[in-house]
């Protein structure tokens, strides 16, 4: 933010995360200054900032997809179980409550599924409230909060699931970390996310991500494709190369 007041001596480029359009530091960015914004992902995230935020128009806006290097995430092999990953920061953006939410009906199901969190909670006020209503939805001895992973391929290895409940289509790359490694994913219905995964990865409410748990269909190698087909990371680095050639040559 503060970069982008600074005189345009060289070119600029800005990447966005997890983050909206209307969100107010965006409209702090001095646009003009900036010759490329980099969005990680997002094509539908994609439209509606430039829908919010008119003074983008006119800038180089690139969409980066996501890339996983495979040969750091092998695939395990295993059968069905009943350990459940949820592998990310917990902040309002992931939509936690959801998740207990659902796993207190898959609790009432079948007792014996377990729910990990391997990620720090954000601030004290979102520890209090996930804490508070595990004890209130009866769930203690079967949510467990385990930070961040060191190493996140071995935190992998004894989940058989891995679910997400982000808002937006900005899902963190562990979700495809975990898909690498063969866990099954069930994914909330965020807005685009039937653009990016196939319909029976997908959830919208709580039945429905028990019935997707509790389906005899599991198929570790199909995750995995899904990945190396549509995330390598040699499309990541391409398009990284791409921008910075394209710079370069202005600059010349």
């Known amino acids: 933010r503060q970069g982008s007041k600074r005189a345009h001596v060289c070119k600029n480029i800005v990447r966005l ?14 646009w003009a200054n900036v010759d490329v914004l980099v969005m990680v992902d997002g094509e539908f995230d994609r439209n509606a900032l430039l829908g919010g935020m008119p003074k983008i128009e006119g800038r180089s806006v690139v969409v980066v997809p996501r890339g996983v290097n495979l040969e750091r995430f092998d695939i395990v092999e ?20 959801l998740v207990l939410q659902c796993m207190q009906k898959l609790h009432y199901i079948d007792s014996e599924y377990r729910l990990f969190f391997g990620g720090e909670f ?78 029976d990865f997908l959830f919208n409410i709580s039945e429905e991500l028990c019935e997707r748990i509790c389906s005899e269909r599991y198929e570790p190698e199909t995750y995995r494709r899904f990945v190396q087909e549509s995330y390598p990371l040699e499309n990541q680095l391409r398009e990284i190369n791409r921008i910075l050639t394209r710079l370069e040559a202005e600059i010349e």
């Open 122 to 199: 954000q601030n004290a006020a979102i520890e209090r409230y996930i804490r508070h209503m595990v004890d209130a939805l009866g769930l203690g001895g079967v949510v467990f909060f385990d930070g961040r992973p060191e190493d996140v391929r071995n935190w992998l290895r004894d989940k058989h699931y891995v679910v997400s409940t982000g808002l937006s289509e900005h899902y963190g790359t562990e979700l495809l970390e975990a898909m690498a490694c063969g866990l099954k994913p069930v994914i909330h219905n965020f807005p685009g996310a039937d653009r990016i995964f196939p319909p």
């Open 78 to 97: 295993r059968q069905r179980g009943k350990n459940i990953a949820y592998l990310s920061e917990i902040r309002v953006e992931e939509n936690p409550a």
């Open 17 to 30: 995360g997890r983050c909206q359009g209307d969100e107010q530091w965006l409209r702090q960015i001095e």
